[in-house]
T-cell receptor, first 116, second 113 residues
Framework: KAGVTQTPRYLIKTRGQQVTLSCSPISGHRSVSWYQQTPGQGLQFLFEYFSETQRNKGNFPGRFSGRQFSNSRSEMNVSTLELGDSALYLC???????????????FGPGTRLTVL | LAKTTQPISMDSYEGQEVNITCSHNNIATNDYITWYQQFPSQGPRFIIQGYKTKVTNEVASLFIPADRKSSTLSLPRVSLSDTAVYYCLVGDSDGGATNKLIFGTGTLLAVQP
């Protein structure tokens, strides 16, 4: 079974631009979560999508948004990029239980975003 | 809001048992506690998950006291390949309809020969 894939793997943008990252979950998984990882803040939860609906959300500004398609693939978008948005963005998929019981999440390799 | 605390780093030798504790107050009452392992340039990898008491699988054990304010990951007989960063992951209930997940600060385990 193929793992979680994320595209692109590396991205360089300039301040003020916007970016869209893509995540394809493991076949059969319907929950997709996004995380930001930086040396200073560690791993931070962005949001979780399940059946095309945002089910849970972390404490990130509205510049960070996402969506999920009917085939469970997900995209996240960051508008008006800031230098502090430089990070590794990780996507994870799981076959969810009830909300609150986060079954084993399978992480992709991440997209390394650099904002200049 | 939930807050998690882990030791920044730990050192061990091959063959020893290692216990890594994560302190987490105010976690969501219905959420599980999960531990992940991360190697450089890779996404985290699931190790073990539990709700309360003790859980054991083929690679680790997880101890969760009744108050669920902490959890301890136990790695028996570590090897060099266990050198990695270990994270706990908990749910944080803000009292509303949604939860958010909070990763611990991470513990860098360095295993020496």
């Amino acid at each position: 079974k193929a793992g979680v894939t994320q595209t692109p793997r590396y991205l360089i943008k300039t301040r003020g631009q916007q970016v869209t990252l893509s995540c394809s979950p493991i076949s059969g998984h319907r929950s997709v979560s996004w995380y930001q990882q930086t040396p200073g803040q560690g791993l931070q939860f962005l949001f979780e999508y399940f059946s095309e609906t945002q089910r849970n959300k972390g404490n990130f500004p509205g510049r960070f948004s996402g969506r999920q398609f009917s085939n469970s693939r997900s995209e996240m978008n960051v508008s008006t990029l800031e230098l502090g948005d430089s990070a590794l963005y990780l996507c994870a998929s799981s076959f969810p239980g009830t909300s609150g019981n986060y079954n084993e999440q399978f992480f992709g390799p991440g997209t390394r975003l650099t904002v200049l | 809001l939930a807050k998690t605390t882990q030791p920044i780093s730990m050192d061990s030798y091959e063959g020893q048992e290692v216990n890594i504790t994560c302190s987490h107050n105010n976690i969501a009452t219905n959420d599980y506690i999960t531990w992940y392992q991360q190697f450089p340039s890779q996404g985290p990898r699931f190790i073990i998950q539990g709700y309360k008491t003790k859980v054991t699988n083929e690679v680790a054990s997880l101890f969760i006291p009744a108050d669920r304010k902490s959890s301890t990951l136990s790695l028996p007989r570590v090897s060099l390949s266990d050198t990695a960063v270990y994270y706990c992951l908990v749910g944080d209930s803000d009292g509303g309809a949604t939860n958010k997940l909070i990763f611990g600060t991470g513990t860098l385990l360095a295993v020496q020969p």
